[in-house]
């Protein structure tokens, strides 16, 4: 079977895209600040590439889903448990952690994974003989995680389905000592909800991102990150770059499965006070690079002119369309256009 | 000074310092939750809260060279002298605590049109060689308007500092009053922490910072920390509102499913003795 073929038992009108077609169109944004610059320079040639090889073995198998969900009333659980078996998730006996958006909560927004969302995913991952499903997020502008949580509808969400939530920012931590180099800080701390777990699954919002251009499965990974050593915000990773640091934090946590939250994504400007934006997409995939970049297409941005996700592709995971099984629906029809951010590629050091 | 205040909370007092006592490690400091390695933040919070002196005795034991009291991560230092300072009793250490509170600075961070700043203006950050963020600032202002008078120009550059990032609305947020054209919304919990760092001072922000937090604290009472630091400087300015928050507060200690050590112990502090251990006057 090459990589091209369908996933065995795929629904009716689930095909193959033509990804040469599906590019067509993407805008560009443009990433032109401090932090891509520096990126940039890490490829120049002759350059020593800043990871170590042995730890980041070529990808193999790139899966990505794209489903249809036009509201949160639609069978998410059916929607999300097909999907993950079309992007072979191996969950079998696994201890799984969830690891939605909530960097914060302000009522009416879209800034969060929708707690619906995040439940159908326990369900889903269960039917798929995951042997506990823990939800963990550490809120990275908000102190009070139980009012993030309790507000924002996932405690209601997670009572429903008996599934249990780990504050990342408070959970017991140990050093990992990074095997990529774009930040200097060296090593990360890491919180056991994430070092214990045998699968993490990332589980971000669709959204622009005024710094990043876009924060999707890698760009969630923030949250994994305890703030009590880090700061509200995780100031350092700011001033490490951003996107050096999304390359860093990926490169530690690895997420074996992503799942973004695109039926009511944000655009304009995110990640916090941009406009909701009804996509009506999911994305799944099996492979943050892969997933990052086909979500970032359907977004209508040009995944290669998106420096961290380009970087990314080189050690991370697959950028390369080729490479990638796209399974689900055909995406090129639902390329659903957001809205850039505005101040792409600067280096936060705002205070 | 707030003693008096304690009578009709007596039993929920004694209720957070009894979840407090289990909590402490065999060294004798405090994680962030049950069964994790003590760190600074906590160990310091529950000194502050119960004057405890095995506590203070962690932190002393725990100061670097230079004052400093911090947790590593890597290359990078988490600060929490100040929060230790306030925890510390009269010494040398917290002196040498203080000292280090008075030289620490946090990096300038330009202004930009999009995140409009003052950047002439260095407070106080949440790790060494990173930028200027409300609660650091705060807790830095606390310290040295608490054990450190002298240091009138750190003083008042904090003081400045915190004026410069209140909301439009008044109140405070982690530390933006606009970004990208955006006026950024003020949270309960840094909110209060600011006010406790301002009272008897700057009253052109404190008095809209106190307003805000009247308007906002129902709002985020799913939150007991929020809940807890609330209470704590709804007290300390005589508000009104301090007890209906304690009430509130007093249902969500009630809740199952525990609390976090910080959480008990702003709690504590905003029930008991501890407050005049923390707010500045």
């Known amino acids: 079977m090459s990589h091209h073929d369908q996933v065995p038992g795929a629904g009716a009108g689930r095909h193959r895209i033509d990804r040469r077609r599906f590019i067509v169109g993407a805008a560009v944004v443009a990433a032109s600040g401090t932090g891509a610059f520096a990126l940039r320079r890490a490829r120049e040639a002759n350059a020593p590439v800043p990871w170590d090889r042995d730890a980041f073995p070529p990808p193999t198998s790139a899966r990505v889903a794209v489903l249809r969900a036009d509201s949160y009333d639609a069978d998410l659980e059916g929607l999300l448990e097909d999907g993950l078996r079309e992007v072979g998730a191996e969950v079998r006996g696994a201890r799984v952690l969830l690891k939605p958006n909530l960097v914060e909560y302000d009522p009416g927004t879209s800034v969060n994974t929708d707690p619906r969302m995040v439940a159908a995913a326990i369900v889903a991952l269960r039917r798929l003989g995951a042997s506990k499903v823990t939800c963990g997020e550490g809120p990275g502008h908000r102190r009070d995680t139980r009012y993030v949580v309790d507000a924002s509808g996932l405690a209601d969400a997670l009572a429903a389905v008996e599934a249990p939530f780990v504050d990342l920012n408070l959970d017991a931590a140990s050093i990992h000592e990074l095997r990529s180099r774009y930040t200097t800080l060296g090593q990360l701390w890491l919180p056991r909800a994430v070092t214990d777990a045998d699968v993490v699954v990332s589980m971000p919002k669709m959204k622009t991102h005024h710094w990043a251009s876009v924060t999707l499965s890698m760009k969630n990974l923030f949250g994994c990150l305890p703030s009590r050593l880090y700061g509200w915000p995780k100031n350092v990773l700011h001033w490490e770059g951003i996107e050096q640091s999304i390359l860093d934090i990926t490169g530690a946590v690895r997420p074996a499965l992503q799942i973004v939250d695109g039926i009511v994504g944000m655009e304009g400007n995110g990640p916090i006070n941009g406009t909701p934006k009804q996509a009506g997409l999911i994305v799944i995939g099996n492979d943050p690079v892969a997933t990052d970049h086909t979500a970032t297409r359907l977004m209508g941005f040009d995944p290669s002119a998106i420096v961290y996700l380009d970087e990314a592709a080189r050690f991370l995971g697959t950028g390369d369309r080729d490479a990638i099984t796209q399974v689900g629906e055909d995406p090129e029809p639902l390329v659903t256009p957001f809205v850039a951010a505005p101040g792409n590629g600067e280096i936060d050091v705002s205070g | 000074m707030y003693h008096g205040w304690l009578v009709d909370n007596p039993t929920m007092l004694d209720v957070l310092e009894g979840a407090l006592g289990p909590r402490r490690n065999a060294d004798g400091g405090f994680g962030p939750a049950a069964s994790i390695a003590s760190e600074p933040e906590p160990t310091a919070m529950v000194g502050v809260a119960l004057a405890d002196d095995r506590a203070r005795a962690w932190l002393a034991e725990h100061q670097a060279d230079d004052g400093a009291i911090t947790l590593s991560i890597g290359t990078v230092?988490?600060?929490?002298?100040?929060?230790?300072?306030?925890?510390?009793?009269?010494?040398?250490?917290?002196?040498?605590?203080?000292?280090?509170?008075?030289?620490?600075?946090?990096?300038?961070?330009?202004?930009?049109?999009l995140v409009p700043i003052r950047d002439d203006l260095q407070g106080f950050p949440w790790t060494t060689h990173t930028s200027t963020w409300t609660e650091p600032t705060a807790w830095g202002l606390l310290a040295l308007r608490k054990h450190r008078a002298s240091a009138v120009e750190r003083i008042d550059e904090a003081v400045t500092v915190l004026r410069d990032r209140s909301c439009v609305t008044g109140g405070w947020n982690y530390g933006n009053r606009v970004a990208f054209g955006v006026e950024l919304p003020p949270f309960v919990q840094t909110t209060a922490i600011a006010l406790l760092a301002l009272r008897g001072t700057a009253e052109d922000v404190a008095e809209p910072g106190l307003a805000a937090l009247e308007r906002l604290w129902r709002d985020e009472s799913e939150g007991p920390l929020s809940l807890a630091t609330a209470t704590a400087a709804l007290r300390a300015y005589g508000s009104p509102q301090a007890l209906p928050a304690a009430t509130a507060l007093r249902r969500a200690v009630a809740q199952p499913g525990g609390l976090d050590t910080m959480t008990l112990a702003w709690g504590a502090i905003a029930l008991g003795e501890g407050l005049d251990r923390m707010a500045a006057s």
Do not use: K, M, N
């Open chain 2, 77 to 113: 230092e988490r600060d929490l002298t100040s929060v230790a300072a306030l925890a510390l009793g009269p010494g040398v250490t917290r002196e040498r605590a203080l000292d280090h509170v008075e030289r620490l600075r946090a990096a300038p961070a330009p202004a930009t049109a």
